[in-house]
C-alpha cells in the first residue's frame, strides 16, 4: 500500500541534545513537507521539498535542519538550538500535478526534559 | 504573502443537525486550491474535500459541502446530518496553482458533537 510513514511515533530526549525525525513516503510525491502543530497554533510549516536537493525553509525554521537525498525521503533535524522542542510533527507529501492535497503520516510526539 | 483564517476555535452541533465552519484567506493569485482536512483523536489528517478556484460549481463530497465565495475569499464547510464521528479538529488550507508552492494551513476549529 502507497503511503507515508513517519517513525517513531513518540520520541523523548534530553534538553540539549539533536534529534532526528524519519519521514518516507512510497507515492513518487516530489513534494514534501514538515509542520509543527501545537495547541491552538494549527499546522506550521518547518521546511519543505519540491525536489531532490533542494528544500525552502518555512515559517519556523530557526532551530531545526533537513535533507533531501533521495525523493522518498526527507528526515528533519531538531536541533538544540530549538528554544521549545516539545510538539507534535507531522510530514506529508504532495504530487504538483494529480490530487495536490498533502497527504500525511501519522506524526511524531517529541518531548524533551 | 497568503494567509488563512479560521475564526472559531470550537463549535458544537447537535446530532443529526447541520453545522458550517467558517474559513477566509488572502491571496493576489486567481488560481489555487483550497483543501478542509479533518484530524480525529488518532491525529492522522483526513482530507475532507477539495475545491478547483477556477471551478465556479461548489465541492461536494456525501454529507460534507463547501460554499465558495471567490469573490469574498472565502471557504466555509458545511457539515449535513452531523454524526458524532465527526468530532475533530477541521483545517482549512491553501495551495497556489501549477506552483512549486507550500500549502498554508489554519489554526483550526474543534467541533464537538452533542448526542
Known amino acids: 500500500d502507497g503511503g507515508i510513514t513517519q517513525s517513531p511515533k513518540y520520541l523523548f530526549r534530553k534538553e540539549g541534545q539533536n534529534v532526528t525525525l524519519s519521514c518516507e513516503q512510497n507515492?513518487?510525491?516530489?513534494?514534501m513537507y514538515w509542520y509543527r502543530q501545537d495547541p491552538g497554533q494549527g499546522l506550521r510549516l518547518i521546511y519543505y521539498?519540491?525536489?531532490?536537493?533542494?528544500?525552502q525553509k518555512g515559517d519556523i525554521a530557526e532551530g531545526y535542519s533537513v535533507s533531501r537525498e533521495k525523493k522518498e525521503s526527507f528526515p528533519l533535524t531538531v536541533t538544540s538550538a530549538q528554544k521549545n522542542p516539545t510538539a507534535f510533527y507531522l510530514c506529508?507529501?504532495?504530487?504538483?500535478?494529480?490530487?495536490?492535497?498533502?497527504?500525511f503520516g501519522q506524526g511524531t510526539r517529541l518531548t524533551v526534559v | 504573502a497568503q494567509t488563512v483564517t479560521q475564526s472559531q476555535p470550537e463549535m458544537s452541533v447537535q446530532e443529526a443537525e447541520t453545522v458550517t465552519l467558517s474559513c477566509t484567506y488572502d491571496?493576489?493569485?486567481?488560481?489555487?486550491?483550497l483543501f478542509w482536512y479533518k484530524q480525529p483523536p488518532s491525529r492522522q489528517m483526513i482530507l475532507v474535500i477539495r475545491?478547483?478556484?477556477?471551478?465556479?460549481q461548489n465541492a461536494t463530497e456525501n454529507r460534507f459541502s463547501v460554499n465558495f465565495q471567490k469573490a469574498a475569499k472565502s471557504f466555509s464547510l458545511k457539515i449535513s446530518d452531523s454524526q458524532l464521528g465527526d468530532a475533530a479538529m477541521y483545517f482549512c488550507?491553501?495551495?497556489?496553482?501549477?506552483?512549486?508552492?507550500?500549502?498554508?494551513f489554519g489554526k483550526g476549529t474543534r467541533l464537538h458533537i452533542l448526542p
Open positions: 506529508a507529501s504532495s504530487s504538483h500535478r494529480v490530487n495536490t492535497e498533502a497527504f
Open positions: 507515492l513518487n510525491h516530489d513534494a
Open positions: 521539498s519540491q525536489i531532490v536537493n533542494d528544500f
Open positions: 491571496t493576489s493569485e486567481s488560481d489555487y486550491y
Open positions: 475545491q478547483e478556484a477556477y471551478k465556479q
Open positions: 488550507a491553501y495551495r497556489r496553482r501549477n506552483r512549486d508552492d507550500k500549502i498554508i
